[in-house]
């Protein structure tokens, strides 16, 4: 149920292509954020499949970003 209220898209791959209430307020917020100088955003969230779906809007929209997750190497997250 968590996933779900996240997008529908995580349980249901029906509606993958369904947006989110929850993705498109976080979407216009960083867009905001982002069209100030020298601003950055940090998002957390406990589902690497939503981090997943976030990191497609961020490419989609040709936003700098890096994602670390559980995967991501020591040396990396130094970085």
Do not use: P, W
Not at 34 to 50: P, R
């Amino acid at each position: 149920l968590r996933q779900t209220a996240c997008h529908a898209g995580l349980l249901d791959k029906k509606k993958e292509s369904m947006s989110s209430g929850k993705l498109k307020i976080l979407g216009e917020m960083v867009d905001e954020v982002l069209a100030e100088d020298n601003h950055k955003v940090l998002i957390f969230s406990q589902f690497t499949t939503v981090l997943d779906i976030l990191e497609d809007y961020l490419a989609y929209k040709e936003y700098e970003f890096c994602r670390i997750d559980g995967s991501t190497f020591m040396e990396e997250r130094e970085k």
